[in-house]
């Protein structure tokens, strides 16, 4: 059984920095796409950052010099940094990866609540 439980979100003032964690177990990252999805108040579920196949990065461009996704494979463990937080970055953060038999991220955590705000 796959699970994901992310970590790491709270309340920040502008201009501030969060790091976000998932830890994985019933996969291993290394070999599954994996990233960071977020969804606000009344918006679609988004991406904000994931590793490809391939191990190459995609970003958001909301977020494209803001934020960096990284992996621990010996922890099984993804992470979002995120610095310079905007109030439009609040939203519940989701870490996903993607079924390889289906194709599909089917796998997701609980989420993570951040909230940007002074």
């Known amino acids: 059984q796959v699970q994901l439980v992310e970590s790491g979100g709270g309340l920040v003032q502008p201009g501030g920095s969060l790091r976000l964690s998932c830890a994985a177990s019933?996969?291993?990252?290394?070999?599954?796409?994996a990233g960071w999805y977020r969804q606000a108040p009344g918006k679609q579920r988004e991406l904000v950052a994931a590793f490809t196949s391939s191990g190459r990065t995609n970003y958001a461009d909301s977020v494209k010099g803001r934020c960096t996704i990284s992996r621990d494979n010996a922890k099984n463990t993804v992470y979002l940094e995120m610095n310079s937080l905007k109030p439009e970055d609040t939203a519940i953060y989701y870490c996903g990866a993607q079924n390889i038999r289906t194709g599909r991220y089917d796998y997701w955590g609980q989420g993570t609540q951040v909230t940007v705000s002074s």
């Open positions: 019933g996969i291993i990252f290394l070999f599954y796409p």
